[in-house]
């Protein structure tokens, strides 16, 4: 910026600037709204671009540090793993963040590497404020003309109470705009434009396209998702809400339809994507489309996470349906809370707002009896020295260890001389009564254990076996004959090998 | 729920003592149900029975005496007068004399015993925002323990309630005025300098529901940690009683809360906001109700089901 000669300077300031009522100096409220829509995105990065004006303030030398690189991989890595249920873990994140904090100084140590991460997600969050976000200021025309400056209250990452009082970290939805951009259309609409755009990629072999339309995918997927987890979570809130004669069936079964559709498609995608992976020459293509089949994986199983939260929003409806609906008829009319003092409370300004939660907080906490102190009982408690705590808790009593007694019914060695026994070659089957009668020759006892192993094989498990790659397995077949034995009755079983084949679907062959 | 009768304590201790029998009484006397004086014995079991009611979690059920004295409170109408006179000169209001609930008493507004925002929080007194949240806190986990008119008035109801869950409720509300603002194309953000403008839901949306603390405590300014602390202080109060420590604290109503909510606190909101103009629709049905059918329900993103009110 040059400075203005001075003679300059003393003419232009002297004539004030005038101001024709006719032109406004926004053309009108329309373009004003984008103005301030653009303000707003503009602002959404601000805080990006702080982290590297600010990095200069921090105790030591971490201007070498590229911050914004830092927060973008940041709120990548937090959309990435934002889980259905939860988000996700601070403590995971920052570890994440590490190789590409380590990488921009090699030569530093791993504890100013972490300090740099967590410096970063801290604030990303903003935590020294008090509502853990950010606010920008902006101006705005009204339709009077008057010019109003107004707040912008936003967020990069919040952080939601996850299962056990956990904390877990998301990406909202502005940061998730200001990471892909230009999300602000449909997300139905725009998934299906990023998957036929995926497969014309992939079907041209332009595969480090495909990838980042693929990420992006993902990412709407990952939006996609969130808002069917907030749809079920308010209607878990309140049965009364929801139309679940007709609205919530169809809300269920359009999204149910939804998720077999992506699946389909997908499941498509990642057979082309493996077949590219496979036929790939170059070592970089194979490593992409390896890259890309993990990518398409991912949006599938997150399908399938939601279809399986779908199905269990039915079940939920009917239980709280049956709680409300058999309760006995009211005795007289109660207050509606919700609606008539929450719902109507809500949209009014905060300083009448206020009023009202008075009234109820000044009626409805109970009441508090005032302690009175006597300065006697002030000086004992004061004098009396603190409780030591006992740090590492109780002494964990030492364990009586008992050795348990061997209560099996053979011994290791009695089942070895069986299945010895039952290793009966493929085409020479035997029957049960000479195989009791030899195993009686060696022990009393084996019998048993030869006998309950030739009941087994009556029913031999024959899917397992192939799906394991068992090569034979032993099979009875009772032919009718009684068995004739000391011990034993019922009928005497032919007991024989079965070779399996290698493929499931061959038939096996079986001896006769 | 037990009759009181079943409640008499096996001693009686304080009940039947020996009276003066029946003489010439000024008109105005307080007479016990033979039409006998109160002595001063009895004074001290009615400001007995206010004592007993000033231990907002003790129940009948658990104290034989306090059993005793408020089926003395319920039998004998001279008694329960001396006994109501004494809690009115203490500055508190009787709800109710009955085995399930003891004697449930609240605090008049000048009363020693009430609570003052000011001393509950202190950002509170400084800060409107936080003012306005400690408030909704309590009457979204009111609005959550009795969601539906009918639970308010059923003495037997129950309510369950869950320091995430109120959050969750508060913010789905809060979400569905934003998206309603954005379709009517409103700006909801306040202008600089006036932030007493700012729409009540704007603030509570605005402020975080959790944060990370290097305790492991809960963040007390984010809006579960003032839901908590809330709850927390109703457990004090005698109205809820903790049940687990799933979705940041669940919690059961007492019927004490129930009264209290009913006969205090809920009026008492209400005539605050007709004085502010807004004219809730009354009809004892609940107002959020199913929406009409040939609304679309086209998924957009940040879409809540279809909730509709009534007004």
Same mark, same amino acid.
């Given at each position: 910026m040059s400075v203005a000669p001075p003679n300059v300077w003393g003419v232009t300031t002297t004539v004030p600037y005038p101001l024709p009522g006719?032109?406004? +100096?926004? +053309?009108g409220p329309a373009a004003d709204e984008g103005l301030a829509r653009r303000l707003k995105a503009l602002a959404c990065t601000a805080p990006l671009h702080d982290l590297d004006a600010r990095?200069?303030?921090?105790?030591?030398?971490?201007?070498?540090?590229?911050m914004a690189e830092v927060a973008l991989a940041a709120i990548d890595l937090v959309t990435l793993n934002m889980d259905f249920d939860t988000g996700a873990d601070h403590d995971q994140i920052v570890a994440r963040l590490l190789p590409r904090v380590a990488a921009q /100084? +090699? /030569?530093?140590?791993h504890a100013e590497h972490e300090r740099v991460a967590r410096w970063v997600l801290e604030n990303l969050i903003n935590v020294g404020s008090a509502d853990r976000g950010f606010r920008a200021v902006y101006g705005t025309f009204g339709p009077d003309g008057a010019y109003v400056r107004r707040d912008y209250d936003f967020k990069l990452i919040e952080e939601v109470p996850g299962p056990g009082g956990s904390v877990y970290l998301r990406a909202t939805d502005e940061a998730v705009n200001v990471l892909v951009?230009?999300?602000? /259309?449909?997300v139905t609409s725009a998934q299906i434009a990023a998957e036929v755009k995926l497969e014309v990629l992939i079907s041209r072999g332009r595969l480090a396209d495909a990838q980042l339309a693929a990420e992006q995918a993902r990412y709407r997927t990952v939006q996609y998702a969130e808002t069917l987890r907030r749809t079920l979570e308010a209607t878990r809130r309140n049965v009364?809400?929801?139309?679940?004669?007709?609205q919530v069936p169809d809300l269920i079964a359009e999204a149910l339809d939804h998720v077999a559709d992506r699946y389909r498609h997908e499941n498509a995608i990642l057979t082309n994507i493996r077949k590219a992976r496979d036929e790939a020459e170059e070592p970089e293509h194979k490593r992409r489309a390896a890259e890309l089949v993990d990518i398409v994986k991912d949006c599938i199983r997150r399908h399938t996470q939601l279809q399986s939260r779908l199905l269990e929003a039915g079940p939920l409806f009917r239980a709280e349906q049956d709680r409300q609906a058999f309760?006995? +008829?009211?005795a007289r009319a109660g207050l509606d809370l919700y609606g008539q003092l929450v719902a109507p409370l809500l949209p009014l300004p905060v300083e009448r707002a206020v009023r009202v939660t008075d009234a109820f907080f000044a009626r409805g906490t109970g009441l508090r009896t005032p302690g009175a102190v006597r300065v006697t009982d002030l000086v004992d408690l004061l004098l009396t020295p603190p409780l030591e705590r006992d740090h590492l808790g109780a002494e964990m009593p030492e364990p009586d260890l008992v050795a348990t007694p061997?209560?099996?019914?053979?011994?290791d060695e009695q089942l070895e001389a069986a299945l010895d026994l039952l290793?009966?070659?493929?085409d020479a089957p035997r029957r049960l009564s000479g195989l009791l009668a030899q195993a009686r020759r060696t022990d009393p006892d084996l019998p048993y254990l030869v006998a309950l192993l030739a009941l087994h094989a009556a029913s031999p498990p024959v899917g397992t076996a192939v799906r394991q790659g068992e090569p034979q397995l032993l099979f009875a077949v009772d032919d009718g004959t009684a068995l004739d034995d000391p011990e034993f009755g019922g009928a005497d079983l032919v007991l024989g090998t079965a070779r399996l084949a290698a493929h499931p679907a061959a038939r096996q062959e079986r001896t006769p | 729920m037990t009759d009181e009768r079943d409640e008499r304590a096996p001693d009686g201790h304080p009940a039947e003592q020996p009276r003066e029998p029946s003489r010439e009484q000024p008109r105005d006397a307080l007479r016990d149900r033979d039409g006998g004086a109160l002595t001063a014995g009895d004074v001290a079991d009615a400001a007995r029975l206010v004592g007993f009611a000033?231990? &907002?979690?003790?129940?009948p059920a658990r104290d034989a005496e306090y059993a005793e004295l408020v089926r003395r409170h319920r039998e004998d109408p001279g008694f329960a007068r001396t006994a109501d006179a004494v809690a009115a000169g203490l500055g508190l209001i009787v709800l109710e004399v009955s085995p399930? *609930? #003891?004697?449930a008493v609240a605090a008049a507004? $000048?009363?020693?015993?009430a609570v003052r925002m000011g001393d509950y929080a202190r950002r509170a007194a400084s800060d409107a925002g936080d003012r306005f949240l400690h408030g909704l806190a309590h009457l979204a986990a009111a609005a959550l323990a009795f969601p539906r008119p009918e639970d308010l008035a059923d003495d037997g109801y129950i309510g369950r309630i869950t320091v995430n869950g109120v959050d969750a409720f508060v913010r789905q509300a809060c979400r569905r005025l934003e998206e309603r603002a954005e379709e009517a194309g409103?700006? !909801? $953000?306040? %202008?600089? $300098? !006036? &932030? #007493?403008?700012? %729409?009540a839901w704007r603030v509570y949306s605005r402020r975080s529901a959790t944060g990370a603390t290097k305790d492991a405590r809960?963040? *007390?300014?984010s809006t579960t940690g003032i839901i908590g602390k809330a709850v927390a202080f109703l457990v004090d109060s005698g109205f809820l009683q903790r049940t687990g420590d799933e979705a940041g604290g669940t919690y059961r109503t007492t019927a004490r809360y129930q009264l209290q909510v009913r006969d205090m606190a809920g009026s008492a909101a209400m005539a605050e906001l007709l004085e502010l103009g807004v004219v809730p629709v009354a009809d004892?049905? *609940?107002?959020l109700l199913p929406a009409a059918s040939d609304d679309g329900l086209d998924l957009v &993103? $940040? %879409? #809540?089901?279809p909730f509709h009110t009534a007004t």
């Open positions: 006719a032109a406004r +100096p926004a +053309p990095k200069a303030n921090l105790a030591g030398e971490y201007s070498v540090y590229a /100084t +090699p /030569t530093r140590s951009g230009a999300l602000d /259309t449909d009364r809400a929801v139309d679940w004669l007709q309760a006995t +008829p009211p061997d209560d099996s019914r053979f011994s290793d009966l070659p493929h | 000033l231990q &907002p979690k003790l129940l399930r *609930a #003891g004697m507004e $000048d009363s020693v015993f409103e700006v !909801t $953000d306040p %202008a600089s $300098d !006036t &932030p #007493g403008l700012e %729409a809960r963040l *007390a300014g004892g049905t *609940a107002s &993103p $940040d %879409a #809540g089901l």
